[in-house]
T-cell receptor, first 115, second 110 residues
Framework: NAGVTQTPKFRILKIGQSMTLQCTQD?????MYWYRQDPGMGLKLIYY???????DKGEVPNGYNVSRSTTEDFPLRLELAAPSQTSVYFC??????????????FGPGTRLTVL | KNEVEQSPQNLTAQEGEFITINCSYS?????LHWLQQHPGGGIVSLFM???GKKKHGRLIATINIQEKHSSLHITASHPRDSAVYIC????????????FGKGTRLHILP
């Protein structure tokens, strides 16, 4: 298993540009999450999904959109990049929220800079 | 006040020392996670706890549900243990949210 994969690893955007951060997991996990990590701060939840076709906002959803058309993929879309979105983005997945298999598996992260 | 507080924020110790990192939380939880973030940025899940104690190699995690407190211990610390250790709690109240602490930066000197 590859686990959770994210692309790209690094990206520099200009203000107002758009991009999609890709996240794929091959563990058949139903729950998937997008987090951002700002320097010196804890991870903040942007969006999450409890299964294909179902998404919900987390703590800091403004400026982002997500979709979950398949179990494996959970892309994060930035429509109009702003400097405040400069951060490291982590995708994670887990088997189920309430059962014993709820260890979270994290992707390697995407470091995004908006200039 | 953050719902998940970790202490200390930073810790430098000599190789071989016994390390303790603490996590206190203020919400009802179904589970608590300890994560390790390597200097390169990757995050690895170390433990998931809902009660008692777990051990994996030189790492031990404990949780006291009544006191809303968890500790992560590292025995015989080694420079390769240098990383940021993150405590995260899963809310008990059906919204499946996970709340993260800001992390404890550990540096083990050879």
């Amino acid at each position: 298993n590859a686990g959770v994969t994210q692309t790209p690893k690094f990206r520099i955007l200009k203000i107002g540009q758009s991009m999609t951060l890709q996240c794929t997991q091959d563990m058949n996990h139903n729950y998937m999450y997008w987090y951002r990590q700002d320097p010196g701060m804890g991870l903040k939840l942007i969006y999450y999904s409890v299964g294909a076709g179902i998404t919900d906002k987390g703590e800091v959803p403004n400026g982002y959109n997500v979709s979950r058309s398949t179990t494996e993929d959970f892309p994060l879309r930035l429509e109009l990049a702003a400097p405040s979105q400069t951060s490291v983005y982590f995708c994670a997945s887990t088997w189920t929220s309430g059962g014993p298999y709820n260890e979270q598996f994290f992707g390697p992260g995407t470091r995004l800079t908006v200039l | 006040k953050n719902e998940v507080e970790q202490s200390p924020q930073n810790l430098t110790a000599q190789e071989g020392e016994f390390i303790t990192i603490n996590c206190s939380y203020s919400v009802g939880i179904s589970a608590l996670h300890w994560l390790q973030q390597h200097p390169g940025g990757g995050i690895v899940s170390l433990f998931m706890l809902s009660s008692g104690k777990k051990k994996h190699g030189r790492l031990i995690a404990t949780i006291n549900i009544q006191e809303k407190h968890s500790s992560l211990h590292i025995t015989a610390s080694h420079p390769r243990d240098s990383a940021v250790y993150i405590c995260a709690v899963r809310s008990r109240f059906g919204d499946d949210k996970i709340i993260f602490g800001k992390g404890t930066r550990l540096h083990i000197l050879p």
